[in-house]
T-cell receptor, first 118, second 113 residues
Framework: AQTVTQSQPEMSVQEAETVTLSCTYDTSESDYYLFWYKQPPSRQMILVIRQEAYKQQNATENRFSVNFQKAAKSFSLKISDSQLGDAAMYFCAYRTTYSGAGSYQLTFGKGTKLSVIP | AAGVIQSPRHLIKEKRETATLKCYPIPRHDTVYWYQQGPGQDPQFLISFYEKMQSDKGSIPDRFSAQQFSDYHSELNMSSLELGDSALYFC????????????FGPGTRLTVT
């Protein structure tokens, strides 16, 4: 079974600064998807960014980018020019692409709570 | 754009009562996932459906059951509620069995007293 580990329960960043959230995962599969979800105080789960394992290029979405190191099974999220609205819980998630799987549910890490200091 | 709809948004029940949570996926989405998120926890997969058939089960108690209907909406039925069932229940939908992007609904907050 796949596991996802987020080793930073809490992080803080000064507004307009850059912060990196860490995520590692364990899998024996060669192809899969990785995601970062944001959960603000409203508790809505919002997809921030996704990465296909077969792609070597790191995904980028505006101020959000990832550092995907497949061999190291590492998938960190970098938030540039942090804004007050970035304050939230961030979850790293894994999804198999194996067609023999029962379904394609997400396996989440425990989350990192990000605070943004004005 | 239309999003996933969940109802009710909040639900308060007493122990041993039953509860039904509903999920209306994004139009044309045929796959539904249910997740449970306890206080301070990450979401845990409960059950999923594809084309009205159950596709997988996760850590779903036997007291819970679910189904997907012909219009693709899904219902999660919870009986003999326990205090530990208090959680946020998410429904997510995707297009196609292998649709890699799951769109989450706002969740139903269930409180068992």
């Amino acid at each position: 079974a796949q596991t996802v580990t987020q080793s930073q329960p809490e992080m803080s960043v000064q507004e307009a600064e850059t912060v990196t959230l860490s995520c590692t995962y364990d899998t024996s599969e060669s192809d899969y998807y990785l995601f970062w979800y944001k959960q603000p105080p409203s508790r809505q789960m919002i997809l921030v960014i996704r990465q296909e394992a077969y792609k070597q290029q790191n995904a980028t979405e505006n101020r959000f980018s990832v550092n995907f190191q497949k061999a190291a099974k590492s998938f960190s999220l970098k938030i540039s020019d942090s804004q007050l609205g970035d304050a939230a819980m961030y979850f790293c998630a894994y999804r198999t692409t194996y067609s023999g799987a029962g379904s394609y549910q997400l396996t989440f890490g425990k989350g990192t709570k990000l605070s943004v200091i004005p | 754009a239309a999003g996933v709809i969940q109802s009710p948004r909040h639900l308060i029940k007493e122990k041993r009562e039953t509860a039904t949570l509903k999920c209306y996926p994004i139009p044309r989405h045929d796959t539904v996932y249910w997740y449970q998120q306890g206080p301070g926890q990450d979401p845990q997969f409960l059950i999923s459906f594809y084309e009205k058939m159950q596709s997988d089960k996760g850590s779903i108690p036997d007291r819970f059951s679910a189904q997907q209907f012909s219009d693709y909406h899904s219902e999660l039925n919870m009986s003999s509620l326990e205090l530990g069932d208090s959680a946020l229940y998410f429904c997510a939908s995707s297009l196609g069995y292998q649709g890699y992007e799951q769109y989450f609904g706002p969740g139903t907050r269930l409180t068992v007293t």
